[in-house]
């Protein structure tokens, strides 16, 4: 049974149609959250809210609105909209992610800047719109960076390059708004079960050196679930991470240890 840390609490959970931020949206609106989700995905992002709605406790519920975090014009309407109905921000969860496979020496421009553009700038568009409101409350924002960003994975330049920058984005803000009541954290899932990596894992480039992959995997070959990481997004949203302020907490069961 899980506690009521985010009974009143309102909350944005960005690419919460499916895999890590489907986790998330169950997470918080069991423990009393009113959770509005946003995701380009409208059927996964009604499959994450009626799963979470069955889960709620507390008060808590789940509500969503298709949209994609690089549109920065309806994204900044979402946020005032959502934060002027609720009186209050009080978290802010950027999930929102892409994964694309490929050699690096072939790698487009489009390719790379589509990655960045979700990944990276979404992150940044989302945090700079919902900062005035989550200051005004003494709210906080837990980010997603990756494993990637610091350790050597291969075919994946691009989202280790956006991974890594929003490693950056979380600790700058952080520091900035230490003084302001905001505290900025972020997550840095391995290896984790969920479609994207499912998918990710399927379309390895023509060619790929799969040895290369084997540092990113534990030894029984085991991954995590997206519940691994919800429970401690949980943790750094709630008032029980009060104290934590640019964190980048790795979640890969030990890999790079």
């Not at 934060?83 to 921000?89: F, M, P």
């Not at 978290?91 to 994964?99: Q, R, Y």
């Not at 421009?109 to 568009?125: H, Q, S």
Request: with cysteine; hydrophobic share 45%.
């Amino acid at each position: 049974m899980h506690s009521d840390r985010f009974a009143g609490k309102s909350i944005i959970v960005t690419g919460g149609g499916s895999g890590i931020g489907r986790a998330v949206v169950a997470r918080l609106a069991a423990e009393g959250g009113t959770v509005l989700a946003i995701d380009v995905n409208v059927v996964g992002l009604a499959e994450s809210c009626d799963a979470a709605n069955a889960l709620a406790g507390h008060g808590g519920r789940a509500q969503f609105v298709c949209a994609s975090v690089t549109d920065e014009a309806r994204i900044g309407a979402i946020i005032r909209e959502f934060a002027a109905s609720q009186d209050a921000l009080d978290a802010v969860i950027n999930m929102a992610g892409i994964l694309r496979a490929g050699h690096s020496a072939i790698l487009s421009l489009a390719e790379f800047r589509a990655v960045l553009e979700t990944n990276l700038i979404g992150t940044f568009l989302v945090c700079r719109e919902a900062l005035p409101f989550l200051e005004a409350g003494g709210g906080n924002i837990v980010n997603t960076a990756s494993t990637a960003a610091f350790h050597g994975t291969p075919y994946s330049l691009a989202y280790a390059a956006s991974k890594g920058g929003v490693a950056a984005l979380t600790q700058t803000l952080a520091w900035e708004y230490t003084t302001r009541g905001v505290r900025v954290n972020a997550v840095a899932p391995g290896g984790i079960v969920t479609p994207m990596t499912a998918a990710h894992g399927g379309n390895m480039p023509e060619g790929a050196d799969y040895s290369l992959l084997t540092h990113l995997m534990r030894p029984d070959m085991r991954m995590g679930q997206p519940e691994d990481v919800a429970g401690v997004i949980a943790m750094l949203a709630s008032d029980d991470g009060r104290n934590i302020t640019g964190e980048i907490i790795r979640i890969d069961g030990g890999v790079h240890a």
